[in-house]
């Protein structure tokens, strides 16, 4: 129930771009309790003055024009601590990028059987890290690997898929027919990548799957012993 209700404020603060007494009005929670559902979702500042004209409150203008404000700066933030770390990651060791994958197939990556490597996301750059790394330290030819997308009903199946198609510089021959996914409201609660559907990289292969699968081991025995 209350997740529903997360979604549902949500949907309300995406698409109506409603104010938090707007949505208090028909969500019943606590103020805190939207607030932190919210947080990542303030209104533009142009959506502000126009509310501002619609005789809003003087109390929900200053709230989110706060909310803006704090924005702004985690944007700044984070924009300064990416600078930091993009200059440290200038020169990224082989050993290093081959510990990044190993910890992405950990934790992302399908252990169900002995011979598929597949890994699943949203980011189009954790797909490509995964096909970068599987030519690099495997040997992979690009041409063995497929993908899987799935979609949703609503969604442009063909434009996503070229898009995918772009992102992966893969063929449209590489890829196995898209599963289309139930739509329900959770399905666009989320920002940015997971708009364009979830992406599976497979590399069938019983020999590759194996080593990776022991490299993995052999590398958490050897950090926690």
């Known amino acids: 129930m209350h997740h529903e209700l997360k979604q549902k404020a949500i949907e309300l603060r995406m698409s109506r771009h409603l104010s938090y007494s707007a949505i208090l009005a028909q969500i019943p929670v606590a103020k805190s309790t939207l607030s932190e559902w919210l947080k990542n979702y303030p209104l533009s500042?142009?959506?502000?003055?126009?509310?501002?004209?619609?005789?809003?409150?003087?109390n929900e203008i200053k709230i989110e024009l706060f909310r803006e404000t704090m924005r702004a700066k985690r944007e700044e933030k984070d924009k300064k601590i990416y600078t930091e770390y993009l200059f440290k990651f200038r020169r990224?060791?082989?050993?290093?990028?081959?510990?990044?994958g190993l910890m992405l197939y950990l934790a992302e990556g399908s252990k169900t059987d002995k011979y598929t490597l597949k890994v699943t996301n949203t980011d189009p750059r954790v797909c490509r890290f995964f096909i970068f790394w599987l030519e690099k330290f495997y040997n992979t030819p690009k041409e063995k690997?497929?993908?899987?997308l799935q979609l949703y009903p609503t969604m442009d199946v063909e434009g996503e898929a070229r898009f995918w198609e772009s992102e992966l510089e893969l063929k449209k021959s590489q890829f196995y027919k898209t599963f289309m996914r139930e739509l329900r409201p959770a399905s666009f609660s989320y920002k940015g990548s997971s708009r364009h559907g979830i992406c599976s990289v497979i590399f069938s292969n019983t020999e590759t799957k194996g080593r990776v699968m022991m490299a993995i081991k052999a590398y958490l025995d050897t950090i926690l012993k």
Do not use: P, T, Y
């Open 45 to 58: 500042k142009d959506r502000i003055l126009e509310l501002k004209r619609l005789a809003w409150k003087k």
């Open 92 to 100: 990224v060791s082989e050993k290093s990028l081959f510990f990044s």
């Open 145 to 148: 690997i497929r993908a899987q």
